[in-house]
T-cell receptor
């Protein structure tokens, strides 16, 4: 049972435009949601997180939105840059359990 | 520099030949974990450790062993590797202690690409 779902395997956007990466989850016990970014030949790196008590968290060009009733979160990148081209993983954990459950990832390509 | 170090980065081996992938972190993290990444399957947890001498199975533990004798090291052991263990492996660590709450912000190593022929 896949608890964190990233249903779109890839996304291509023009430089300067907004990138919206979506993620759905099924486990209502998740308290924290995270996004990781991964370049080829490197390990994933933490990008941004949000607690379930919030509906938005912003860090520079990156904003994560959480809709608990829909069990949906999204990562917005504005404006998108070619250096943002990478695989993005959505992940979640509960407050009492450190296990981080990942989605399958989405490959973002930002065209110059 | 705070980091997670994995070795080897690349390895080609044959079926049945025991191998160990080492993982070491210099951040004094309590929590360590191994993941494998496969096309179309994302990152799946193999084993994790909440602290020294405390390990537990993740989602795909079959064919793997781990140990946590020291806080900084968490080796992944493949006793008898098989071709279906060909994958990209990541070690990761984080600071939540047992029973603590909060976002589990993992720091990942650079990955170890293993090919089993």
């Amino acid at each position: 049972d896949q608890q964190v779902k990233q249903n779109s395997p890839s996304l291509s956007v023009q430089e300067g435009r907004i990138s919206i990466l979506n993620c759905d989850y099924t486990n209502s016990m998740f308290d924290y949601f995270l996004w990781y970014k991964k370049y080829p030949a490197e390990g994933p790196t933490f990008l941004i997180s949000i607690s379930s008590i919030k509906d938005k968290n912003e860090d520079g060009r990156f904003t994560v939105f959480l809709n608990k009733s829909a069990k949906h979160l999204s990562l917005h990148i504005v404006p998108s840059q070619p250096g943002d081209s990478a695989v993005y993983f959505c992940a979640a954990n509960t407050g009492a359990n450190s296990k981080l459950t990942f989605g399958k990832g989405i490959t973002l390509s930002v065209r110059p | 520099e705070a980091q997670v170090t994995q070795n080897p980065r690349y390895l080609i081996t044959v079926t049945g030949k025991k191998l160990t992938v080492t993982c070491s972190q210099n951040m004094n993290h309590e929590y360590m974990s191994w993941y494998r990444q496969d096309p179309g399957l994302g990152l799946r947890q193999i084993y994790y450790s909440m602290n020294v001498e405390v390990t537990d199975k993740g989602d795909v533990p079959e064919g793997y062993k781990v140990s946590r004798k020291e806080k900084r090291n968490f080796p992944l052991i493949l006793e008898s590797p098989s071709p279906n263990q060909t994958s990209l492996y990541f070690c990761a660590s984080s600071s939540p202690g047992p029973g603590s709450s909060g976002a589990n912000v993992l720091t990942f190593g650079a990955g170890s690409r293993l090919t089993v022929l």
